[in-house]
Structures are given as C-alpha cells and as structure tokens.
C-alpha cells in the first residue's frame, strides 16, 4: 500500500528549528521526485520544497536559506530541516510525491504535521 | 502572491455546473500540465484532474479539466452538496524553478 506519514511538528519559538519527517511505503523515494507543501491557517497552499530523484533540489522564496529538504534511501525517508522558524512558518505541512506517475501532478499525499511558531 | 490566478469563490445550485478558471503565464502552464485537487477540511488534498484533462481512478467525470494557452479550468457538473470544498490548480514554473498552486476557489452548493 502506498502510504506517506508525516511526523516532526509541534510548537516553536520564532528563531528555534525543527525537523519533519516524511516515512514512505510502498514505493522508493531514490527513484521518485518528493515534495513539501504546506497551508497557513486560513490560507490557500503553498508550495513549499522539492527534491528531484535527480538529486536537483529548489525552494520557495519564502523558505531559502532556512529550509533545507533531504532524502534517507535506506530508510525511505525525506525530512524538511527548518531554522530561523518565524510566525507565518505556522502551517500544516504535507508531503507528496510528484510527477512520477503523472507529469506535473502531486498524486501520493500524506495526512500533513502541524507545525505552529509562536512565543 | 501566487503566479496563478484562480476566483476565491463561485457557486451553484445542487445540479448545475461550475467552472473554474487558472490563469498563469508562459513560464508555467503555457508549458507545463496543469493538475487539479480538491482539498476538504482536515484532509490531505485529493488529486482530481492530470495532465490537463487526465482523470485518476475512483474520480466521477462529472469532474474535467481543460487548457488552453496559458489558462486552465476545471468544470464540475451534476455539483452536489459534497462537492463543498476548496479547488487548486496546480503546476512547474520554468523561470522561477518552483512549484506553484493557484490561490484555491471555495465551491459553494446553494
């Protein structure tokens, strides 16, 4: 069964730094492109990170320098190392594969970590 | 500020169609395929159209999507009271290199 689990969030002080994690079954993250996309409370998505299996790796505007997306191939697993977290980093974050299966779409979605900075 | 537009909001009586619209550039649908998702409260998004116009299995035709130059839209027919939820269109940006979704379009049944 394909299934993506999430798992990292919690509550952060502006200036603190957290890792999330993303564990995958039932496909390899080696060989398919992940991604991090996230929802601010009371707005729309944002895309967030991608790490293609081509080892290419880009972010948003708003994230780099801060962010930082990995893979772990032995354990299937890809992680989102956030620093200098600020208040509207506050999200639920998902993560997804994309344009494996399908070009340009996002088809495999984990149920999301919620992640909320504040002091 | 997101490279592709969408309305925040249209609706519609149980039974009738809405679309929804996706307007971007060159750079991103004009070169890319748009995808589309439906994304209810306290759920992960729902993969409803690929590849402009492709549906997944499990997902009714009462869902289609389209594209034209550098816009998109998706239609919903037969709109039902389940159909309530946020739309997002999506795609790659060349000249940005990122990922981007539209703002999302609230569906409303009447």
């Known amino acids: 069964e394909v299934q993506l689990v999430e798992s990292g969030g919690g509550l952060m002080q502006p200036g603190g730094s957290l890792r999330l994690s993303c564990v995958v079954s039932?496909?390899?993250?080696?060989?398919?492109?992940m991604t991090w996309v996230r929802q601010a409370p009371g707005k729309g998505l944002e895309w967030v990170s991608v790490f293609f299996a081509t080892g290419y790796t880009y972010y948003a505007e708003s994230v780099k320098g801060r962010f930082t997306i990995s893979k772990d191939n032995s354990n299937n697993t890809i992680y989102l190392r956030m620093e200098n977290l600020r208040a509207e980093d506050t999200a639920i974050y998902y993560c997804?594969?994309?344009?494996?299966?399908?070009?340009?779409?996002?088809?495999?979605w984990g149920q999301g970590t919620l992640v909320t900075v504040s002091s | 500020q997101s490279v592709l537009t969408q309305p925040p909001s249209v609706s519609a009586a149980p039974g009738q169609k809405v679309t929804i619209s996706c307007s971007g550039g060159m750079s991103n649908i004009g070169n890319h395929y748009v995808s589309w998702y439906q994304h209810l409260p306290g759920a992960p998004p729902k993969l409803l159209v690929y590849?402009?116009?492709k549906r997944p299995s499990g997902i009714p035709d009462r869902f289609s999507g389209s594209k034209s130059d550098t816009s998109a839209t998706l239609a919903i027919t037969g709109l039902q009271t389940g159909d309530e939820a946020d739309y997002y269109c999506?795609?790659?940006?060349?000249?940005?290199?990122?990922?981007?979704f539209g703002g999302g379009t609230k569906v409303t049944v009447l």
């Open positions: 999506a795609t790659w940006d060349n000249t940005l290199s990122i990922g981007a």
């Open positions: 039932g496909f390899t993250v080696s060989a398919n492109h």
């Open positions: 997804a594969r994309y344009g494996s299966k399908w070009y340009d779409a996002y088809d495999v």
């Open positions: 590849e402009n116009n």
